[in-house]
């Protein structure tokens, strides 16, 4: 089992659109049995909140739901449990990198790494641009389930 921790500043926006995009892809695939998909936030600012109400909706437009969520803090002791961490931009990646003590393991990753235009997902928080983070986390969320396929993840 592939276990998969997405990252961003306050898990309200694109780590749990990211988390959901996902597992909807891999249940899509019947894939699901082979990965743990959660997400998380590098900041305290929003622990507990659900999923914020824009980033719902756009989820809600492509038939995702994800309900129940709320946000929780990468903490160190989820680098001995996750394979992989993608944040969303290269500020959670220096925050991860702080939280879980370096990285050994090279398991930190960017997600729009995975595709080909590598950079970092556009905070829709500050930009008010749901749409444009849903094409990205997409976009970056298959070109992560095509390496994870070829074994360059």
């Known amino acids: ?8 500043l306050g898990n309200i926006c694109r780590s749990p659109m990211a988390e959901f995009v996902l597992k909807d892809l891999v249940k899509k695939a019947g894939r699901e049995a082979e990965f743990e998909i ?3 936030a590098t900041s305290t600012e929003e622990l507990g909140n659900p999923v914020y109400p824009p ?6 437009a492509h038939g995702i739901d994800c309900a129940g969520k709320t946000a929780r803090q990468l903490s160190w002791a989820d680098y001995n449990r996750y394979d992989l961490f993608i944040g969303m931009d290269r ?3 220096r925050a991860m990198d702080r939280i879980l003590r370096g990285d050994p393991d090279r398991k930190i990753r960017r ?3 995975y595709t080909d ?4 997902v556009a905070d829709p928080w500050y930009t008010g ?3 444009v983070t849903w094409r990205d986390v997409v976009e970056g969320c298959q070109g992560l389930l095509r390496a ?3 074994g360059t993840a």
Do not use: H, Y
């Open 129 to 131: 641009e749901f749409g």
């Open 55 to 60: 980033a719902r909706r756009e989820l809600k």
């Open 1 to 8: 089992m592939t276990k998969i921790m997405f990252v961003c």
């Open 117 to 120: 235009r590598p950079g970092d």
């Open 111 to 113: 997600l729009l790494d």
């Open 91 to 93: 500020g959670n990646l």
């Open 148 to 150: 994870l396929d070829q």
């Open 38 to 40: 959660a997400s998380a």
